[in-house]
């Protein structure tokens, strides 16, 4: 979620003003038009219709629709707009909420009503290193620190906004990527192999990366509850999918310089997945060449672990708008007409950026292993 440090008012004063709590909600949005380098040049008062999506397991994981009508004002190669929402708090001011920085595709173009007007295609910044490839053999060297191997896969891609957090973690062995290789993907093996996050882009643009943390040892973010204040529509889904969900992991790393194994048996009696539950052993079996050192690798074989057994319970559900949304919330979730009570991880989400309009959820249930 959003960090609410740094307003003027207080997390409750802000969670009860998205609630609902002193009258009816007020939401408007704003368009800042920024330079190729996140610079602003002015607003847009052109932006008709729009959404923002989050889809947390894809490799572009912000994107965005918009409608604009055509001014002449953007530059459509180079442009980026960066969307707020404002919302209107108990004083009678308004406080507003960044929903990220994206890059514009090649728009169609179309007349209606004697105006142009363009439909938009837009995604956060993951897009440029997934469109850079290394058009030669890319070698990092054995003892290159991970982070800094990162940072100038970054820099070669022209990127210098990032918040990589900091690891003494070396290549054990040299590292090659065959020209041809997304920046992206590269980008992302490298950070596996320390047990890091994938790369994401921050509401502000800042490519980010961070030590990897089970949502089951994270503390819920935000709740979601059909009580007097309750944001949520009605219309919940879960669905179940238990089949051939593994309940053995073991991963092989080989490479020149050493040879590793990990294993992982989930033998948990409140899983409903575990071998014990199952009465029987589901084997994932994995060989990687590139992992820092057990650590990471008996790191790497408990989160495929943990994601493997969350796939089994998920719901979909509509909520008000709630621009607090980020990167893999984690949420408790209490919804009584379906029974529904626990902690959940957020792997998808889209706000319309309209007043009054419905926004869509995925989740995940967070169940210890």
Known sequence: MLSLANYPYS???????????????????????????????????SV??????????????????????????????TDRIQPFALLRMRDGKYIEFPLGIFLLSSPTRKDENKSVYRDVEAYDGLLILRDDKFDTRYTIPAGTNYRQAVIDILASAGITKHNIEQTDKVLPVDVEFEPGKEKLKAINELLTAINYTPLHVDVYGYFTSMTYRSPSIR???YTYKDDELSIIYAGMEEELDLFNVPNKWVVICSN????????????????????????????????????????????????????????????????????????MDVLEVD???????????????????????????????????
């Open 219 to 221: 503390t819920a973010e």
């Open 11 to 45: 997390r409750q004063e802000i969670i009860d003003a998205l609630h609902g709590k002193y009258g009816q909600r007020h939401f408007k949005f704003r368009y800042d038009l920024l330079d190729m380098n996140d610079n602003k040049i002015g607003e847009l008062d």
């Open 48 to 77: 008709v219709d729009g959404e923002v999506s989050m889809a947390s397991l894809d490799s572009i994981k912000r994107t965005a629709r918009f409608k604009i009508k055509d001014k002449g004002d953007i530059n459509w190669l």
């Open 256 to 327: 020149a310089e050493q040879s590793l194994m990990s294993s992982y048996t989930n033998s948990n009696p409140n899983s409903p997945t575990s071998t014990v539950n199952r009465g029987r052993t589901i084997v994932d079996y994995r060989e990687v060449t590139d992992i820092a050192d057990q650590q990471s690798l008996d790191a790497y074989v408990q989160r495929i672990a943990f994601e493997a057994s969350q796939v089994y319970g998920k719901l979909t559900f509509e909520t008000a708008l709630n621009p607090l949304h980020d990167y």
């Open 335 to 369: 919804y009584s007409p379906l029974g529904i009570k626990g902690k959940y991880v957020e792997t998808g989400w889209t706000m319309p950026l309209k007043a009054g309009a419905r926004m869509k959820h995925e989740v995940r249930k967070v169940v210890s292993i």
